[in-house]
């Protein structure tokens, strides 16, 4: 007996033609922009270096994720943000971010070797920073939550209606987490005032962005969600600043999220008690003799007429402020005993 006929699947309705932001063009810096990216980006630098050895001399106990190699990515971000009502929040590697919101390198480094003067009080470490007064919503240890908690404050933002901004910071390890998914659903849903970067180092933890995500085009995640992307160059600082302008741009006309993937690289483990075998010495040099984002910026330094004296003396001056902050950290006391029933709970007790 023959077989009637298959129906037809029903063609599905044509999408209608999203807007989408523009491509962003690199932030065209003065000579005086750009100097004080370099020196934000080489501050970074230094102190990560400095952090990384303080832990190995036994100082910072606990775990330790540094930031070198990404220092153009906050920087560039960060810069273009309205310090008076934009927020950030970021994951565990966070000494990058917060040096890059202006805060005071001593009590970030107090705050790694435990100590009182820290900006959470000792009691944080490197993976728990955070500053009220500067709308730095942490450092968080938990993989991918802080961008369900962003997610929240852009909600804050709209509710409130106070035109702020939030810039929630995720590696690509994190970004096939669940709860980023559900989170882009909602800020989409509402039309929040969220920019998702997310910091493609290229290797999470251990394991390299290609074996571990089905699509590794991380811009591309929010497009079942309606929710555009930039791919950025995140070793280019003035490539950065561009795109953060960008990004602005469309969320404060009330467009909803965006998200940015920023192309960038650590040059050291995922924490300090990585080994990183997982690539090779060759690789990790080529990228540092390629494409280093503190030496960009200092070529194009150069090429605007910053001399190599002055440029000397801005190292100088960076290196004597880290020193400074790693022996404040090293001197300032301990918190006391009783500070263990302190910030146990929000309300009075």
């Not at 970021?90 to 100590?115: C, N, S």
């Not at 709209?158 to 810039?167: A, H, M, P, T």
């Not at 910091?199 to 089905?214: C, I, K, L, P």
């Not at 690789?283 to 002055?310: C, F």
Request: glycine residues 10%; aromatic residues 8%.
């Amino acid at each position: 007996m023959a077989k009637a006929p298959a129906k037809k699947a029903s063609a599905p309705p044509a999408t209608p033609n999203r807007e989408r932001p523009d491509e962003p063009q690199p932030y065209k810096a003065s000579k005086a922009e750009l100097l004080d990216f370099y020196k934000q980006m080489l501050l970074i630098r230094r102190f990560e270096e400095k952090a990384g050895q303080l832990y190995g001399l036994g100082f910072i106990g606990g775990f330790c994720h540094l930031y070198i190699g990404q220092e153009a990515v906050a920087v560039g971000l960060q810069s273009a943000l309205d310090g008076e009502k934009d927020s950030v929040i970021t994951g565990y590697r966070d000494h990058g971010h917060m040096l890059a919101y202006g805060i005071d390198p001593k009590v970030i480094m107090a705050e790694l070797t435990g100590r009182a003067a820290g900006i959470s009080k000792g009691k944080g470490g490197s993976m728990h920073m955070f500053s009220t007064e500067k709308k730095f919503y942490g450092g968080h240890g938990i993989v991918g939550a802080q961008v369900s908690l962003g997610t929240g404050l852009a909600f804050n933002h709209k509710y409130s209606e106070d035109g702020g901004v939030c810039l929630a910071y995720f590696g690509d390890g994190a970004s096939n987490q669940g709860q980023v998914y559900e989170s882009f659903n909602m800020a989409e849903l509402w039309k929040l005032p969220i920019i998702y970067v997310i910091e493609n180092n290229q290797y999470a933890m251990g394991t390299s962005v290609n074996r571990a995500s089905s699509e590794d085009q991380l811009y591309r995640r929010g497009e079942s969600f309606r929710i555009p992307g930039i791919q950025v160059d995140g070793m280019d600082v003035l490539a950065c600043r561009g795109a953060a302008e960008e990004a602005l741009a469309w969320v404060r006309a009330g467009k909803g999220p965006l998200i940015l993937e920023m192309k960038t690289y650590r040059y050291r483990g995922h924490s300090m008690s990585d080994p990183a075998k997982y690539r090779s010495r060759d690789e990790v040099q080529a990228v540092r003799d390629k494409s280093d984002p503190i030496e960009h910026a200092k070529k194009l330094l150069e090429e605007m007429g910053v001399k190599e004296d002055e440029l000397k003396a801005v190292e100088q001056e960076i290196r004597k402020q880290v020193n400074e902050a790693a022996d404040f950290a090293e001197q300032t006391p301990e918190p006391e005993p009783g500070e263990l029933y302190t910030d146990v709970l929000v309300e009075s007790y």
